[in-house]
């Protein structure tokens, strides 16, 4: 692959309340080619989220989360940027797809009102916003987009609200695409359209993704590379087709061994205590 | 009143429908049938599994049987008894009965209570006679149920990662021992793993205490795992409904064709 546009090093997140200090993320070294897709895979709370955050500074103010380590995107240091630096990275340069739709939606302000901020931010070139907004909201498959539109988050089904955020995020037409579990809220027939659009914008655009995911199907069909976190750390990286086929980390192979398969009904689902014994 | 056969829920012919908005330009929109006629039941001790199209009003259909979304018309019947139609304060003694793990955990956790407080609030309201130290004791325990540490109790909920965040609503939702579980995407936010040792629960206390859960999920593979019975929505209505088998098996209605041949291969 071609050289990488990010550049991570020694990447930890660590927060701090009152006397309570809590290490999110520790050691945490990957690099990211153009047009790269890269899937985190692990467990839940092992960091995933806050590392991909971490990139831009979406995170608390120092002193109660401190970010170490070095992060390059195109030979620039974005650890240590001011506030005012990073906004403009932000979007343009690395967009968000956040986990919970709930998190970055504004509730006050309609769907349609939103998408258009960010279009009118980003893409300023555009004229007729309205018409760009339901040419997004058709993108992610809403087929009412100009009734969505007009609906504030609340009145929005879960996988909907989804949807609008992925829309929102694509309308900056972001470098990289950061995707945190962007299709836990659609079923498998839209998932697999959001899937192909992401694909699309890859190929058409060179848009890099780090894609944040606990279905091993989307990883297996859509990820280069796959990068496995437990209790904060990378414990395993590699070509795709290397980790999900032959894994060398018993965490990796224990949590492939859980996967519940379509017509393979068992008695009970398989957990990583019964396949291992891993600490 | 308690014959086997009769089932826990009933809904008959149950309709929620949104007004339309009037928008820019003084259109008046039409209004949402978000849900149209449906009519099922759930069987005590079962669990019946609802997929389909996002936006097809699953959640709206389970947030109906709890008065959080309003009805148009049908009936919702609990044992037989109409509680769809009850003023909100009588529903209140019906509260703790059903409960239900919501999709958006972010919004329907109280960001300002600490976990112990979110998780002790319920079991205030409903069991009294408990000690300070046995509600703590009760709120670890839930929270070791979904594979949290006790540590966690004082911690607020933006402390959490969003799979940790899913699980405290689990834990909050069995906190009051109710009999019917309306769970909306429970697990999809959690590593095979966790979920696995998430359902396993919900399944031992299904087996222990018998409770029944109406269970909305995307994950087929999941939904198979823990339905005795499945329907399938789209726009408003229920489309296809039968044993997992069946649906999953030999699916009659080309969208749950379509559902089927989406699942990634791998
Ligand atoms: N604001 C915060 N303050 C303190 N701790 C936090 C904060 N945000 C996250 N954490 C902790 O940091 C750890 C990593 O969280 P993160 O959200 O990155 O997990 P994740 O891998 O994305 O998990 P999930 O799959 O459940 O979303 C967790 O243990 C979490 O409790
Ligand atoms: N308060 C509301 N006002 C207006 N329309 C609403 C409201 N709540 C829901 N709707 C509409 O009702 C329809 C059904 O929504 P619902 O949340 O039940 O879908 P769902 O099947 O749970 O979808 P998902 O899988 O995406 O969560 C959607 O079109 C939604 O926009
Ligand atoms: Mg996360
Ligand atoms: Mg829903």
Not at chain 1, 140 to 148: E, G, L, N, Q, S
Request: with cysteine.
């Amino acid at each position: 692959m071609s050289v990488p546009i990010l550049k991570v090093r020694d990447l930890g997140v660590t927060f701090r309340t009152g006397d309570r200090t809590t290490i999110a993320s520790t050691e945490v070294n990957f690099e990211l080619a153009a047009g790269e897709v890269l899937a985190v895979v692990g467990e839940s709370g092992s960091g995933k989220s806050v590392s991909a955050l971490a990139l831009t500074r979406l995170l608390p103010p120092s002193p109660s989360c401190e970010i170490n380590g070095s992060i390059k995107l195109n030979g620039r240091e974005l650890v240590g940027l001011t506030e005012g630096q990073l906004s403009k990275v932000r979007g343009r340069e690395i967009a968000y797809i956040f986990q919970e739709p709930g998190t970055s939606l504004n509730p006050v302000y309609t769907i349609g009102f939103q998408i258009g901020e960010a279009i009118e931010l980003h893409r300023p070139e555009i004229s007729d916003r309205r018409a760009a907004v339901l040419a997004a909201l058709r993108d992610v498959h809403i087929d009412d987009p100009a009734r969505v539109a007009d609906s504030y988050p609340h009145e929005l089904s879960g996988g909907m609200q989804q949807r609008a955020m992925i829309a929102m995020a694509l309308a900056c037409d972001p470098k990289i695409l950061v995707a945190d579990e962007p299709t836990t809220a659609l079923d498998v027939t839209i998932q697999q359209e959001i899937m192909d659009l992401l694909a699309r914008l890859r190929r058409e655009r060179g848009m890099s993704i780090i894609l944040i995911t606990h279905n091993f199907g989307i990883v297996a069909n859509f990820a280069d590379h796959v990068q496995v976190m437990r209790k904060g750390r990378i414990v395993e990286h590699g070509p795709t087709a290397q980790v999900m086929g032959d894994p060398q980390h018993e965490y990796t192979k224990g949590l492939i061994a859980c996967i519940p398969r379509l017509g393979q009904r068992r008695h009970r689902l398989t957990t990583l205590k019964d396949e291992l014994k891993v600490s | 009143m308690n014959s086997p056969a009769q089932p826990l829920l009933e809904v008959r012919d149950l309709s929620v429908h949104y007004p339309g908005r009037t928008t820019w330009l003084f259109r008046k929109g039409a209004p949402k049938k978000a849900v149209d006629q449906i009519s099922f039941t759930v069987p005590r001790g079962k669990t019946v599994g609802v997929v389909g199209e996002s936006g097809s009003g699953k959640s709206t259909t389970g947030k109906a049987i709890i008065k959080l979304a309003p009805l148009t018309s049908g009936l919702i019947l609990y044992k037989g008894q109409d509680i769809g139609g009850l003023p909100n304060h009588a529903f209140k003694l019906w509260r703790k009965k059903i409960q239900m793990i919501f999709q958006d955990p972010y919004n329907s956790l109280n960001p300002r209570a600490d976990i112990l407080g979110i998780l002790s609030e319920p079991l205030e309201i409903h069991f009294p006679e408990l000690s300070e130290a046995d509600r703590k004791d009760r709120c670890a325990e839930l929270l070791a149920g979904v594979q949290l540490s006790p540590d966690f109790l004082t911690r607020y909920p933006h402390e959490f990662s969003g799979g940790q965040r899913q699980r405290i609503g689990i834990a909050r939702a069995l906190a009051v021992q109710p009999e019917l579980i309306i769970c909306d995407e429970p697990v999809s936010a959690l590593d095979v793993s966790v979920q696995a040792e998430v359902v396993n629960l919900l399944q031992d206390l299904q087996a222990k205490l018998g409770l029944t859960y109406l269970f909305i999920g995307h994950d087929l593979a999941v939904i198979e795992h823990v339905s005795d019975h499945i329907l399938v929505m789209s726009q408003g209505q229920i489309v296809e409904q039968g044993s997992p088998a069946e649906i999953l098996g030999s699916p009659r209605e080309a969208y749950t064709r379509r559902l089927l041949a989406a699942v990634p291969k791998f």
